[in-house]
């Protein structure tokens, strides 16, 4: 056998292979693409505001995004067993799964309308230590605190959607989300142009109104999702009866709690790990804050096609597990993973290209744009390490190997790149630009030992038999 085909068996993979592909992950990307654009324009126009608008906004989506990812943790135990009980044809399994997923949200609301609402002042406080004028620190934190307040009424809607649109990938209905997400970032979008600057003879309410304008696009994209899975077509046979009872057999909830108890608390140690590197970095200034928001915003548009690559990978392998199709389990894997990687090498390329441009705009000073194209062009850099970093996450998560996964990343996370970040921050006076960079060469490790764990198969199981 020559070595093309060689290559083409295990990494390459055919047509077949490619339209599979294809129909899980555009949707998404077309999604993603107008979410993360909408999000683009609505940076920028908060950021036509000023620095200390943009960088409180920036501070309250720090911690909403703890939230967000807490979501996405709790409700991704339940969703391991959803798309393998769709891959084994047992619907009512579906079914109890995403009764499961009800029970995780209500919990997690609760817990996070108590955190924010007690200690909100004092967490957009944290942000606020490093040098800079203590007028425009008083500002950030009083934007910080409107934007967060109001954004907390989108916390449910938020939730059931993810919920619902989880499921529907699951069973690899990726056309439904797409179009409830569109729907909701435009509504989002024109919100924000009435809202935040007072157009049409509506209140000029600058952070507030934006805030306003994606609570309301959260509502939006539920109503058409939950419409699209409950209407009266019939389409969805998984969801016949959903909510005739919220009991979930003792057994199966047992299960999900064993193995998604870890990926919980995994995305909140991340998304807590990433919330206190930005901390870190913003002790060498204020505007180190707002640099890093316009990078992770550009970066957004630009990580889109390896982040979708993720839900590929768990609806894909997830359900060749529940099959017992072991063997196109492991086959599948290196394909998809060696297709991202390769795929964001050129993405990374036409990044770096444009991250000059992007900060221009962005009413700031040049040093907080200076920061932003650094930013940018380590992001662009080392995005093919995201990527299979990222895939390798969702292997393991997709066979159940959830300890594992909670070990590969929050645990990596808190053992290697906060005591890093940590170390050079405060016994060092390395500059943030060659500080960012030191600090994420770390994933290099990362990447090393999840593909050695993707090798060694641990991953491979049916959980749901």
Known sequence: MSLMNRLKQTVIGDRAFYRTVAKLIVPIIVQMFVTNFVNLLDNIMVGQLGTAELSGVAIGNQLIFVYNLCIFGGLSGPGIFGAQFFGAG?????????????????????????????????????????????????????????YLHIMMIGFLPFALTTAYAGTLRETGETLVPMRAGIAAVLTNLVGNWLLIYGNLGFPMLGVKGAAIATVFSR????????????????????????YRTLKVPLRLAKNVFKKGAPLLV????????????????????????????????????FNLFFISMGSAIATMIGQHLGANRMVEARRDVWRLIFFSASCCVVIGGIMVVASPYFPLLYNTTDHVRHLATRFMLVMALFMPMYSTSHACYFTLRSGGATVLTFLFDSGYMWAINIPLALALTHWTDIPIIWLYPLCEAAGIIKMSIGLTIVRRGRWIKNIVH
């Open 219 to 242: 509502f939006v994209e539920l109503a058409i999702i939950a419409r699209a899975m409950h209407g009266s077509s019939g389409r969805f046979e998984f969801m016949h009866g959903v």
């Open 90 to 146: 047992d619907l009512e399994g579906v079914r109890n799964s995403f009764r499961m997923k009800l029970w995780v949200l209500m919990g997690l609301l609760a817990l996070f309308f108590t955190v924010f609402g007690g200690w909100g002042r004092d967490l957009v406080s944290l942000y606020l230590t490093g040098d800079g004028d203590p007028q425009v620190a008083h500002r950030m934190l009083e934007h910080g605190l409107d």
């Open 266 to 301: 995994n995305e909140f140690l991340w998304s807590m790990g990433m919330a206190t590197l930005n901390q870190i970095y913003s002790l060498r200034g204020l505007d180190v804050l707002a640099g890093m928001n316009i990078a992770n915003t550009v970066n957004s548009m």
